[in-house]
């Protein structure tokens, strides 16, 4: 289960965060912003390939005791960071991409409301928070 997810502009200041657990938010948004320097990293690393990609899946950023970081890299650099428990072993590397996906194209239909300014913070609770909260059929 994703316990908080991260939307990241290009010049990675936050457009979008939420935390399930209310009381360790502070340590996702920590957790979140730490993990900019790997993506940062892995973009650096991927160079041209990185251009050449559609699927811009970044994969496991960083694991640690209790939880485990992925990222996702749209074409215009917008960052996709998601915290995932790490006691859910049964969540494979497929349903993570899709779950990206499922991010990407939400965040793809903010992008396209007209009363939207690009670079302003997503709150929108009807329309990309209830996108997130389906994302999550995870729960086991």
Request: aromatic residues 12%; contains cysteine; hydrophobic residues 35%.
């Amino acid at each position: 289960m994703a316990v908080c997810v991260a939307v990241i502009a290009k010049e990675n200041y936050p457009l979008y965060i939420r935390s399930t657990p209310t009381e360790n938010e502070l340590k996702f948004h920590y957790m979140v912003h730490t993990s900019l320097d790997v993506v940062d990293e892995k973009i650096s690393a991927m160079g041209k390939a990185l251009v050449d990609q559609r699927e811009l899946y970044l994969g496991l950023l960083y694991p640690t005791e209790d939880y485990k970081v992925y990222g996702y890299v749209t074409n215009s650099k917008v960052k996709f960071v998601m915290v995932v428990d790490s006691s859910n072993t049964a969540l494979r590397d497929n349903e993570i991409r899709s779950m990206f996906r499922k991010l990407h194209n939400s965040y793809t239909d903010v992008m396209c409301n007209p009363f939207y300014n690009p670079g302003d913070r997503i709150q929108s609770r009807t329309c990309f928070a209830v996108s997130v909260a389906k994302m999550q059929p995870f729960r086991r």
